[in-house]
């Protein structure tokens, strides 16, 4: 006896996955690692309904020696087999931090689903590095610190980089009741 499993093409899963890049990734790296994620929703007729970049964040606790990441985000209809295919290729891809997959709804009729063109476009993820980036230790914050604090600039406003002319104390005089 042997059970053959019917996919239904009108009704899939909404899933919506999360990978984190690492941070020094460059733009045409990231964009062919989408690409690679998107080819394999699609090569399991899935279906594509949001790509998202929310750029470089901090994470809460350092992943591989790294303290922030490239966070993309996609949306997709699937059906069985399109999670473990995507999860298959972005872990064998060293770029990828960690990825996790959400199921939102399930036995959704994809004849309802409208998909805007804009919303799926893969775009590079353009990174540069900040010169501020480094971040000070909590030792640091605290001046608990040996090493010296980095100098930053001052800011002057209109207000203080003008000289001001000197000004004249003034007197004040004690009420005339007072003794």
Do not use: C
């Amino acid at each position: 006896m042997s059970t053959e499993i019917v996919i239904d093409p009108k009704r899939a899963t909404d899933y919506e996955t999360v990978f984190i890049l690492r941070p020094d990734i460059d733009a045409e790296t990231s964009e062919k690692v989408i690409s690679r994620a998107v080819s394999a929703i699609e090569a399991t007729h899935g279906r594509l309904t949001k790509v998202e970049s929310w750029g470089k964040r901090k994470l809460a606790y350092p992943v591989g020696k790294q303290r922030k990441g490239v966070y993309v985000y996609v949306r997709f209809l699937g059906y069985r087999g399109t999670v473990s295919e995507l999860e298959r290729n972005l872990r064998m891809l060293d770029t990828v931090l960690r990825y996790m997959t959400v199921q939102l709804a399930k036995n959704i009729d994809t004849s309802t689903v409208t998909v805007d063109p804009e919303e799926v476009k893969v775009r590079r993820i353009e990174v540069t590095p900040d010169e501020d980036d480094r971040e000070d230790s909590f030792e640091a914050q605290l001046g608990l610190s040996d090493d010296p604090p980095p100098r930053r600039a001052l800011e002057l406003t209109p207000e203080r980089a003008e000289p001001t002319e000197p000004t004249e104390p003034t007197e004040t005089k004690a009420p005339a009741g007072d003794a």
